[in-house]
């Protein structure tokens, strides 16, 4: 059974970083490439940013692009998204998300399997 399990989510203020961590087991890790999305109260879902298999290629999202950076690390099975300067806009349900494919999609459909999500709340 395929599970992606959500870490290091949590409040903190305005210009911190935090970085949420992403534990799959139950596939080939290093056959798929992650991505990261969030939902905002009241909002829809969005792409924030993905890593293909190997960690040669990644993609952001332009709202987070230059602050937020996402590794891999295929022996841990475990992805890693690093958020600095945090707004509180940035406020949101992280989830990460595995699809079978070699570069990541900015497009939640073509992600197959889904973690449970981690609060982040940013105050002002």
């Known amino acids: 059974q395929v599970q992606l399990v959500e870490f290091g989510g949590g409040l903190v203020q305005a210009g911190a970083s935090l970085r949420l961590s992403c534990a799959a087991s139950?596939?080939?890790?290093?056959?798929?490439?992650m991505g990261w999305f969030r939902q905002a109260p009241g909002k829809e879902r969005e792409f924030v940013g993905g890593?293909?298999?190997?960690?040669?290629?990644?993609l952001y999202a332009d709202s987070v692009k230059g602050r937020c950076f996402i590794s891999r690390d295929n022996a841990k099975a475990t992805v890693y998204l690093q958020m600095n300067s945090l707004t509180p806009e940035d406020t949101a349900v992280y989830y990460c998300?595995?699809?079978?494919?070699?570069?990541?999609?900015?497009?939640?459909?073509?992600?197959?399997?889904w973690g449970q999500g981690t609060q982040v709340t940013v105050s002002s």
């Open positions: 998300a595995a699809g079978l494919r070699f570069r990541s999609s900015s497009v939640g459909s073509e992600y197959r399997y």
């Open positions: 890593i293909g298999r190997s960690s040669e290629s990644t």
């Open positions: 139950g596939l080939t890790f290093s056959m798929y490439a």
